[in-house]
């Protein structure tokens, strides 16, 4: 059996020495080329040796999976004495030619086989031609021309009570092949359990068997250590007592925060603030690829990093995305930094309000870079919106001609994501507009007259309610 195939051999070069010997001989290659990087300018290289005389060269783009070959280039020796795209040498008795074909910018587009086609005049009978061929694979990378990253699922509610799984979203696109893409968290490569389905709920996160290593190396009785801590504080009093946690996870409810005067909040209200299964876990990471390949070529990677958003240490945390690939001389990265919101900026058009205007009340930024996009709620303090809703979700909130009634007024915007929540309150002050007439919209007699009137009444109501 092993013997067949060389014995095969021995046969086809045997008889292939016959032919020659008839019709003279042809030998086709392309040069082998390594992975090319689009916009390289690229040389393919035919080489052929013969001992007869030439009739064609002929390159192909062989495209649709062999189905289509689209000529780029002929040479007819019949019609043609233009050789100098060709390089021709005597080496030794043989005539050795090259054909090159140079593609000056390559684009993925180009990506796939080539075939290189020689012709030789038969030298028995002239009228036929001697055919042999070369080819190669073009193989034409990208590197990604995009990265970023999201949170899922956002705007989303910050929530004190309750477990929160959050994930974070790496898009990369227009690489070729597929990048890597990994995560690392503070700058330390996170070492997350793969996932081949997307993360769906039912596969609990907290399994004792999962093979991790957390990232951060602390006590696991958080609350024992804020004990310990605020004892320590309160010891010494100012400086905080070194430890190797960074300072910043123990930084309350940024909701505390909001006032500076509120800055000095002893520990044991935050541990009140954060019950215990925030305190419990190391964070398990849990790690899911997508591809999807794209027309051209190109693949998008998506990596999606799901883990139990614990707010207290996970604000501030710095996630970044990297990616390599064979195109890129370094890893591209992009990264995001989870922030609480904290002191949201408010404006109010027009600066000064009359009855009657339509006042805007808008977030128009924050103390700090908010990451997740919060969710905005506004209500009215002690009362409905003006149309009757008990809250309004968004980033703007629109009063429409306002009433002398509204005037003093209190609203509250709760800015929050899965990290936090900071409320901030505005007061509205309507001036009397000299365009309404004052029978309607009495505004400058208002404060004292039918709310004066309003008040009698009720005390009326109470004094009768107490007589029956
Ligand atoms: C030969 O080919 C070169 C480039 O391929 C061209 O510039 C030149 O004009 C051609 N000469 C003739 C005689 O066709
Ligand atoms: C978090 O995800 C795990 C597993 O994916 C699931 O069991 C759990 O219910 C999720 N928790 C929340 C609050 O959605
Ligand atoms: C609204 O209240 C402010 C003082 O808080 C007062 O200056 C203003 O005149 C009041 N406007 C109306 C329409 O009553
Ligand atoms: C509003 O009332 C005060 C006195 O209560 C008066 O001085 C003022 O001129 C009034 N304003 C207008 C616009 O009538």
Same mark, same amino acid.
């Given at each position: 059996?092993?013997?067949?195939?060389?014995?095969?051999?021995?046969?086809?070069?045997?008889?292939?020495?016959?032919?020659?010997?008839?019709?003279?001989?042809?030998?086709?290659?392309?040069?082998?080329?390594?992975?090319?990087?689009?916009?390289?300018?690229?040389?393919?290289?035919?080489?052929?040796?013969?001992?007869?005389?030439?009739?064609?060269?002929?390159?192909?783009?062989?495209?649709?999976?062999?189905?289509?070959?689209?000529?780029?280039?002929?040479?007819?020796?019949?019609?043609?004495?233009?050789?100098?795209?060709?390089?021709?040498?005597?080496?030794?008795?043989?005539?050795?030619?090259?054909?090159?074909?140079?593609?000056?910018?390559?684009?993925?587009?180009?990506?796939?086989?080539?075939?290189?086609?020689?012709?030789?005049?038969? %030298?028995?009978?002239?009228?036929? *031609?001697?055919? &042999?061929?070369?080819?190669? $694979? =073009?193989?034409?990378?990208?590197? #990604?021309? /995009?990265?970023?990253?999201?949170?899922?699922?956002?705007?989303?509610?910050?929530?004190?009570?309750?477990?929160?799984?959050?994930?974070?979203?790496?898009?990369?696109?227009?690489?070729?092949?597929?990048?890597?893409?990994?995560?690392?968290?503070?700058?330390?490569?996170?070492?997350?359990?793969?996932?081949?389905?997307?993360?769906?709920?039912?596969?609990?996160?907290?399994?004792?068997?999962?093979?991790?290593?957390?990232?951060?190396?602390?006590?696991?009785?958080?609350?024992?250590?804020?004990?310990?801590?605020?004892?320590?504080?309160?010891?010494?009093?100012?400086?905080?007592?070194?430890?190797?946690?960074?300072?910043?996870?123990?930084?309350?409810?940024?909701?505390?925060?909001?006032?500076?005067?509120?800055?000095?909040?002893?520990?044991?209200?935050?541990? %009140?603030?954060?019950?215990?299964? *925030?305190?419990? &876990?190391?964070?398990?990471? $849990? =790690?899911?690829?997508?591809?999807? #390949?794209? /027309?051209?070529?190109?693949?998008?990677?998506?990596?999606?990093?799901?883990?139990?958003?614990?707010?207290?240490?996970?604000?501030?945390?710095?996630?970044?995305?990297?990616?390599?690939?064979?195109?890129?001389?370094?890893?591209?990265?992009?990264?995001?930094?989870?922030?609480?919101?904290?002191?949201?900026?408010?404006?109010?058009?027009?600066?000064?309000?009359?009855?009657?205007?339509?006042?805007?009340?808008?977030?128009?930024?924050?103390?700090?870079?908010?990451?997740?996009?919060?969710?905005?709620?506004?209500?009215?303090?002690?009362?409905?919106?003006?149309?009757?809703?008990?809250?309004?979700?968004?980033?703007?909130?629109?009063?429409?001609?306002?009433?002398?009634?509204?005037?003093?007024?209190?609203?509250?915007?709760?800015?929050?994501?899965?990290?936090?929540?900071?409320?901030?309150?505005?007061?509205?002050?309507?001036?009397?507009?000299?365009?309404?007439?004052?029978?309607?919209?009495?505004?400058?007699?208002?404060?004292?007259?039918?709310?004066?009137?309003?008040?009698?009444?009720?005390?009326?109501?109470?004094?009768?309610?107490?007589?029956?």
């Amino acid at each position: 059996m092993r013997a067949a195939p060389s014995l095969r051999g021995g046969i086809c070069l045997l008889l292939a020495a016959i032919l020659d010997l008839a019709r003279g001989y042809l030998t086709v290659n392309i040069e082998p080329l390594p992975p090319v990087v689009a916009g390289d300018a690229v040389t393919l290289k035919c080489n052929f040796k013969t001992d007869g005389r030439m009739r064609e060269i002929v390159w192909y783009r062989v495209t649709d999976g062999g189905t289509i070959k689209q000529k780029i280039f002929t040479f007819d020796a019949m019609f043609s004495t233009n050789y100098s795209h060709m390089e021709s040498y005597r080496k030794r008795e043989d005539l050795v030619y090259q054909s090159t074909v140079r593609l000056p910018e390559v684009r993925i587009s180009d990506n796939g086989p080539y075939e290189c086609h020689v012709g030789i005049y038969d %030298r028995a009978t002239r009228e036929k *031609v001697v055919l &042999a061929s070369g080819n190669i $694979f =073009l193989n034409v990378m990208a590197p #990604p021309t /995009s990265i970023e990253v999201v949170a899922a699922d956002t705007p989303a509610p910050f929530s004190r009570y309750q477990a929160q799984n959050f994930t974070l979203v790496c898009i990369v696109s227009g690489g070729k092949p597929a990048p890597t893409v990994y995560f690392k968290r503070d700058g330390e490569l996170i070492d997350a359990v793969p996932l081949s389905e997307p993360p769906a709920a039912g596969s609990g996160p907290l399994q004792d068997s999962r093979p991790f290593r957390g990232l951060l190396h602390r006590d696991l009785d958080e609350t024992k250590m804020q004990k310990s801590l605020s004892l320590l504080d309160a010891e010494n009093r100012g400086g905080r007592p070194s430890t190797e946690r960074p300072s910043r996870s123990l930084t309350p409810d940024p909701s505390l925060l909001l006032q500076p005067t509120t800055e000095n909040i002893p520990e044991t209200v935050v541990s %009140r603030e954060f019950p215990r299964w *925030v305190h419990s &876990a190391e964070p398990v990471y $849990f =790690l899911h690829h997508s591809r999807a #390949p794209g /027309s051209d070529g190109t693949v998008e990677v998506r990596a999606l990093l799901t883990w139990t958003l614990n707010p207290q240490i996970d604000n501030e945390a710095l996630f970044s995305c990297e990616v390599k690939h064979p195109a890129l001389s370094m890893p591209m990265q992009a990264e995001v930094t989870l922030v609480a919101p904290k002191g949201p900026k408010i404006v109010m058009t027009p600066s000064r309000a009359r009855v009657g205007d339509t006042v805007r009340i808008l977030v128009h930024g924050f103390q700090n870079e908010v990451f997740p996009e919060p969710l905005f709620t506004w209500t009215r303090v002690g009362s409905r919106l003006l149309d009757g809703s008990a809250e309004f979700a968004g980033k703007e909130l629109v009063l429409e001609r306002v009433p002398a009634e509204l005037n003093g007024s209190m609203y509250r915007c709760t800015a929050q994501n899965p990290l936090g929540s900071t409320d901030t309150h505005t007061r509205l002050i309507v001036f009397e507009n000299p365009n309404i007439p004052r029978g309607t919209e009495d505004s400058n007699g208002s404060a004292s007259g039918p709310a004066g009137v309003r008040l009698t009444l009720v005390l009326a109501l109470t004094v009768a309610l107490e007589l029956t």
